[in-house]
């Protein structure tokens, strides 16, 4: 965030064009049910492509969460959990 880097956080919220107020409610409000899904799901996507040594895809990870553990998902959110994680990954160098 702009405002943990020394940034006054009016400075802040004046040039993205939101409230003070409005960052602080952000602030301060709990994850959503769907932010704390997410995280879950994340940390089962990790366990089961770690489970495979690495082997598994998307479709491999979700037919293991949905057919081997009984959780409901689907799969695009398997998909984009997958994709969003790999973002965050450092890249390797040729």
């Not at 932010?35 to 598994?56: F, K, M, N, P, Q």
């Not at 998307?58 to 998902?73: P, Q």
């Not at 990954?89 to 040729?94: E, G, W």
């Amino acid at each position: 965030m702009i405002a943990n880097e020394g940034l006054p956080v009016e400075v802040a919220c004046r040039v993205l064009d939101v409230s003070s107020a409005g960052y602080y409610a952000w602030r301060c409000r709990p994850l959503s049910a769907r932010a704390v899904r997410h995280a879950r799901l994340t940390d089962l996507i990790r366990e089961v492509h770690a489970a495979s040594y690495g082997s598994y895809g998307a479709k491999g990870v979700h037919a293991e969460l949905v057919l081997g553990r009984g959780i409901r998902v689907g799969h695009n959110a398997v998909a984009m959990l997958i994709a969003a994680r790999r973002d965050r990954r450092p890249q390797r160098r040729p």
